[in-house]
């Protein structure tokens, strides 16, 4: 019996406006799928299948935001997965708000929703409209510390070909500077004493075997590990049957400079071993050693006192 052809993908692009829509839709666009950009709500259905008398067969790319005719956060998911003879999707578009500003200093431009008031003004109004479709979302991909050749090496990883298995995301973050912002999943690592405070290990990171060895050394550690590896390997697959075709796993401790990297690093060597598609990404890791975000959590004869 001959295989059934996939259904070609139709994929919503929407979110903050400065969080890199257009380099998304010209990405997708050199992977040859078809890409429009502020298409009015009303002629969607008619760009998707066009003249098109036997179906669509090439993936398409939808830009839309606040700025489009006929955007309603509300109905727009109800609309775009209404299209028939397609695989909908909705992939928004989140930056933090602080970066979204630099972004719009350095490019001297006006934000759509503010063109007469501050930047923050109209990234604030533009939260508050798109908030039902982040909330509707299939995935979220933030963008505040990607540069564009990492925006585009993902969007490669999650839409250069059809995907057979879910893709695993595995992060590090500092607590001291903000918790992850689109992770699914988030593990507190500062359980296990602090690198940071045993000189020799100050200015190394979770991805030299020394600090490895350190944090392995802790009772904990391995235990920890097998734990969430188990759950893991048990969770991902029941999350693929239920649609989510990305999952984010992320580790925190106080910097993200030790701990949450060696985390990371050897929980995506045990899931890639056990089948799994799994990637890094440290959020922290380029920060610099400093006492002053470290003293936010304990030190290690804090720890080993119980205080």
Known sequence: MARRRALPRLLLVTGMSGAGKSTVLDALEDMGWD??????????????????????????????????????????????????GVRPEILYLDCAGAELI???????????????????????????????????????????????????????????????????TIASFGFARGISRTADLVFDLRFVPNPHWVEELRPLTGRDAAVQAYCAADPGWARTMTAIETLLADLVPRYWAAGKTYLTVAFGCTGGRHRSVAAAEEMAKRLQAAGFEATVRHRDLSSRPSDSVEDLGPSPAELDSGE
């Open 35 to 84: 890409t429009v950009d502020n298409l009015p709500v009303a002629l969607l259905a008619d760009f998707v299948h066009g003249e098109r008398a036997g179906g669509r067969t090439v993936p398409v790319a939808v830009g839309m935001d606040a700025r489009s005719r006929g955007f309603d956060a509300e109905r727009l998911p109800g609309i775009i997965r209404s299209v028939e």
């Open 102 to 168: 630099r972004r719009y200093d350095e490019t001297r431009r006006r934000h759509p929703l503010a063109p007469d008031r501050p930047a923050e003004d109209g990234i604030a109004r533009e939260r508050g409209l798109t908030a039902a479709l982040r909330q509707s979302a299939d995935s979220i991909l933030d963008t505040t510390d990607l540069t564009p050749v990492e925006l585009r090496d993902e969007l490669r990883r999650r839409y250069g070909e059809d995907r057979d298995r879910p893709i695993v």
